[in-house]
């Protein structure tokens, strides 16, 4: 199960369906039947945990960016087989927490605070309730036991090394890889097809 980051939607995985052949692959959208305006990650961790209700086990949890944060939440709850982390907006437990962060309802448009999207991946409006909320900080106590935390260069301490340490799980560099390409490239579905066929066989 694939939850996608801010302002993009479950389009970003299309590439994933014909690297896990002999797996079913459901791409999940964390705004479906919300009102984004008023969008909190709680909400999102709902979302979360509502698609994998309807799952088959074992059941791997892969979450990119703000979705990553968003699958670590939701971990405690969905109890997947195992839960793989690229590059996911860190936790209150790695950034710290900001209480001068007054979170508020509205949206913002992901391209002017993020930078231009890839040609041909459509961006959306975000939340700005959830960024703020992901600023101010979101305490994850710990993750399970089966987990792997994918990063770049991009975020390679924050988001990948500091985290992974943090929570005493697996980590994988994949050199030269940004931010984007750990969803669009190659060479991160390497990383977690591997990890599957290792951790659950």
Avoid: C
């Avoid at 302002?7 to 690297?19: K, L, M, T």
């Avoid at 209480?99 to 992901?110: C, E, H, L, N, R």
């Amino acid at each position: 199960m694939l939850v996608h980051g801010a302002g993009s939607g479950p389009w970003i995985f299309d590439a994933w369906r014909d690297s896990f052949a002999k797996l079913e692959v459901s791409a999940m959208d964390l705004q479906a039947g919300l009102n984004v305006s008023e969008a909190a990650m709680s909400n999102y961790e709902a979302a979360v945990v509502r698609d994998a209700e309807g799952l088959p086990r074992p059941l791997a949890l892969v979450g990119w960016s703000m979705g990553g944060l968003a699958a670590m939440t939701a971990a405690r709850r969905v109890e997947p087989d195992a839960l793989i982390l690229l590059e996911p907006s860190p936790p209150a437990e790695v950034q710290g927490y900001r209480p001068d962060v007054i979170p508020s309802a509205g949206t913002f448009d992901p391209e002017a605070e993020y930078g231009r999207f890839p040609d041909g991946i459509p961006a959306r409006p975000e939340s700005s309730l959830a960024r703020a909320e992901r600023k101010r900080g979101i305490s994850v106590a710990e993750l399970p036991q089966r987990t792997l935390v994918v990063y770049g260069d991009d975020f390679a301490d924050e988001r990948g090394r500091d985290l992974a340490r943090a929570y005493g799980v697996e980590e994988h560099g994949v050199r030269d890889a940004s931010h984007w390409d750990l969803v669009l490239g190659v060479e991160a579905r390497s990383a977690v097809r591997d990890y599957l066929t290792r951790s659950t066989g």
